[in-house]
């Protein structure tokens, strides 16, 4: 099983379409969760951090489950903007801060 | 901008070259981190130095070799790399408590260098 595991999509939805990605994660002494941001050919960048009682960033709405070991990210009201692949990432569990990426969910937003 | 900057952008080398690759933290971070990222693959964390000291050396093969000789620079010395071996070289940071506690921080990447072994 790999230790985070996403939907490589592509999600192809049109402009002002609501989407979510999820994710599962494997080990259960992970701490820290995250939803970073890739565009093509750039680095990843901090979307998100996600918290136990859930949080809201403007169209962005991060969830976790620790009982089912699952996260989720919900875009409303999608802008072309928002393309790019969105990056489940999680720490390694433990006192480290090692940080354990998934392969990355693609979303297309179209005109 | 982020405040990690990596040199050089792209890089291609022979087999037999040795090159280093360079990363740059301008943020007061205590951790410095090298990835590699292959097309269809997640990112593959390679080391980690907190405090100027390696704490995690992924299974990476000799011909990688870090080097972090402060806390605000790391590099990568590459040696006799194979063309399995190109890939984007991601550097990153991250402020870090020195407590053990089991959380992890923001880490902020730098643009990465784009490394392509013939």
């Known amino acids: 099983r790999k230790e985070v595991e996403q939907d490589p999509g592509p999600f192809n939805v049109p402009e002002g379409a609501t989407v979510a990605f999820n994710c599962t994660y494997s080990?259960?002494?992970?701490?820290?969760f995250f939803w970073y941001r890739q565009d093509c050919r750039k680095e990843p960048k901090l979307l998100m951090s996600?918290?136990?009682s859930g949080n809201e960033d403007g169209r962005f709405t991060a969830q976790l489950n620790r009982a089912s070991q699952y996260i989720s990210l919900l875009i409303r009201d999608s802008k072309l903007s928002d393309s790019a692949t969105y990056l489940c990432?999680?720490?390694?569990?433990?006192?480290?801060?090692?940080?354990?990426f998934g392969t990355g969910t693609l979303l297309a937003v179209q005109p | 901008e982020t405040g990690v900057t990596q040199t050089p952008r792209h890089l291609v080398m022979g087999m037999t070259n040795k090159k280093s690759l360079k990363c740059e933290q301008h943020?007061?971070?205590?951790?410095m981190y090298w990835y590699k990222q292959s097309a269809k693959k997640p990112l593959e964390l390679m080391f980690v130095?907190?405090?100027?000291?390696?704490?995690e050396n992924n299974s990476v093969p000799s011909r990688f070799s870090p080097e972090c000789p402060n806390s605000s620079h790391l590099f990568l010395h590459l040696h006799t790399l194979q063309p399995e071996d190109s890939a984007l070289y991601l550097c990153?940071?991250?402020?870090?408590?020195?407590?053990?506690?089991?959380?992890?921080?923001?880490?902020?990447f730098g643009p990465g260098t784009r490394l392509t072994v013939l």
């Open positions: 990153a940071s991250s402020q870090e408590l020195n407590s053990g506690r089991a959380l992890s921080n923001e880490q902020f």
């Open positions: 080990n259960s002494a992970s701490q820290s």
């Open positions: 996600v918290y136990s």
């Open positions: 990432v999680v720490n390694g569990g433990g006192a480290t801060n090692k940080l354990i």
């Open positions: 943020l007061g971070h205590n951790a």
């Open positions: 130095y907190n405090f100027k000291e390696q704490t």
